[in-house]
């Protein structure tokens, strides 16, 4: 048991193009169910159809995990269900490794995607009754309950968005255990990247057009974050004597600069669509919200990228 431990923190890694994505859809799934969370406890009324579409993009992204994850280990994409249950002939049971960080994150995102999965149905209980005549005004979640519920899938969310960067903290590999911020770093990533996915998706929701400029502002704080800690990161893995290894990735890092500077840019201005604005104004707004919000995504997935093979 304990050299299997041991064997995780010393190996090299032989990750693929898997990872990646993996790393980029979790901090995706986690940050948009968080914002969704907030938009709903603390945001105005009308925020309710952008959160709506938060708990649909986490649900969406939520599924793309577990295949990455297991084609990138080299099994098949519905063997993902081996790290949960022990598949060894007289030794049937769950299995939970609490020593393993990957049987960890496996179990955390088996949890997180029950809470997932019912928000996104709850989400759209609600959108079906919104279209409907008798319009139901309850909600399936609604309450002290269901406040609660969603407080705890947005903690697990967070705890989702963060993990990725910790795990390569805690392995045993230059750039990656030479500094102790990649899992602040990608929990700022994955919110910026999940403020701009719910925002392009609010091209695709009228009623979900008065968050759009609270999404952009709530993107460039977290870019402000993201910057903060990039700039940490940097100079710890200075210091550490591995700096070169992660600039030969400099054409990824200006993508990801690219990204932190449009979501500064958007952030600044005023994006929220009024109902009393002009055609042209919606227009203008909406084809801004859209190279922002791609170049944003662009930016997560460089950054992390960058991150990812600078020690492969």
């Avoid at 990750?15 to 709903?40: N, S």
């Avoid at 060894?88 to 049971?93: A, I, K, L, R």
């Avoid at 609660?148 to 989702?160: E, H, R």
């Amino acid at each position: 048991m304990y050299l299997a431990a041991a064997e995780h923190f010393v190996r090299a890694p032989q990750w693929e193009w898997y990872i990646l994505g993996y790393f980029f859809f979790a901090g995706l799934t986690g940050g948009c169910y968080a914002l969704a969370t907030l938009l709903r406890l603390v945001g105005d009324p009308r925020d309710e159809a952008a959160a709506r579409l938060g708990f649909y993009a986490s649900f969406a992204t939520l599924i793309a995990c577990p295949l990455l994850l297991t084609l990138d280990l080299g099994a098949s994409w519905w063997k993902f269900w081996h790290m949960i249950i022990n598949v060894t002939p007289g030794e049937g049971g769950l299995s939970f490794k609490y020593w393993s960080p990957m049987s960890v994150g496996a179990w955390a995102l088996l949890v997180f995607g029950l809470f997932a999965t019912v928000s996104a149905i709850e989400a759209f209980v609600l959108d079906r009754r919104d279209r409907s005549v008798a319009g139901d005004p309850s909600r399936p979640l609604g309450g002290i309950l269901g406040r609660a519920f969603n407080l705890v899938g947005g903690v697990l969310g967070l705890f989702i968005a963060s993990y990725t960067g910790v795990l390569l903290s805690v392995s045993n590999q230059p750039v990656w255990s030479d500094t102790w911020v990649l899992g602040g770093l990608f929990v700022a990533s994955g919110l910026s990247g999940s403020a701009a996915l719910m925002a392009l998706m609010t091209r695709y929701r009228p009623q979900a057009a008065f968050t759009l400029g609270r999404l952009h502002q709530a993107d460039g704080y977290f870019s402000v974050l993201e910057l903060v800690l990039l700039v940490a990161f940097f100079i710890t893995i200075i210091a550490a004597g591995t700096a070169s290894r992660t600039l030969v990735w400099l054409p990824l890092w200006v993508l990801a600069l690219v990204g932190i500077a449009s979501s500064l840019v958007a952030g600044r201005g005023e994006m929220r669509i009024r109902r009393a604005a002009g055609e042209a104004v919606v227009a203008r707004a909406g084809t801004s919200a859209l190279v922002v919000s791609l170049l944003v995504l662009l930016g997560v997935l460089a950054m992390r990228a960058a991150v990812i093979f600078s020690a492969q």
